[in-house]
């Protein structure tokens, strides 16, 4: 009985331990896979650290608020403003982080395997004259970021397409953004997504970017 009771207790504090708690999401293709723009070695440190540390440091964040882990992870990010207020700008900093990551992840793919349709040609065309006029424009938003950041494209909520670049780990769903908008795609320029491979060439790193783009999922993105 008393061996049993010691394994329930067990159970019990492992079931409380990962209850509703936010998780590193895997990533859906091989940490090689956007090789020779990405190299592997900055996707295992990026993800399995940095994205991991978000992780974590969200989660300990709402340790003294335990009902907060069943919130969805957008919603928190959404209504930042109704936290506790000692723990909104670690909401910000670390749930921003966790959500733009996985977000990051999901809008790549390996070269040539998710090339434009003659569809998102049109309406990126429709919206900044020329895809190269979009890519431009793009690439300047995330080289222009000074300091830490993200470049964004967004739907805004009349439909209009829009370029937008965020400071440290705001997007443009949160209640503080300055321009909200649903995120279409996304670059990160934190030094930590390309210093191993490009050093400080943000803008040689913003150009190889292209190569990668999952364009299958980011016009998916702007359908909804
Ligand atoms: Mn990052």
Not at 7 to 19: E, H
Not at 162 to 173: A, C, E, G, K
Not at 196 to 211: D, H, I
Request: aromatic share 12%; with cysteine; glycine share 6%.
């Amino acid at each position: 009985m008393k061996r049993i009771n010691s394994l329930l207790l067990l159970l019990c504090s492992i079931s409380m331990l990962s209850f509703g708690q936010f998780k590193l999401p895997d990533l859906s293709y091989k940490y090689n896979a956007l090789e020779p723009y990405i190299d592997s070695t900055t996707m295992h440190i990026h993800h399995d650290l940095h994205h991991a540390t978000y992780v974590n440091n969200l989660n300990k964040t709402l340790e003294k608020y335990p009902e907060l882990y069943k919130k969805d992870l957008l919603e928190l990010i959404q209504n930042i403003n109704e936290l506790p207020t000692d723990i909104q700008l670690a909401v910000r900093n670390n749930g921003g982080g966790v959500w733009n990551h996985s977000f990051f992840w999901k809008i790549m793919a390996a070269p040539g395997t998710a090339p434009m349709s003659a569809a998102m040609t049109k309406l990126l065309t429709d919206n900044f004259g020329t895809v190269d006029a979009f890519k431009a424009e793009f690439e300047k938003a995330a080289v222009g970021r000074f300091g830490s950041g993200w470049a964004w494209l967004i739907k805004e909520p009349s439909g209009k397409l829009r370029i937008i670049s965020t400071p440290n780990q705001d997007n443009p769903l949160m209640s503080s953004a300055e321009i909200k908008g649903k995120p279409i795609l996304t670059l990160d320029v934190w030094e930590h997504a390309y210093y191993l491979k490009y050093q400080n060439k943000r803008a040689a790193y913003a150009k190889a970017f292209w190569n990668v783009v999952n364009w299958t999922e980011v016009e998916r993105l702007t359908g909804n």
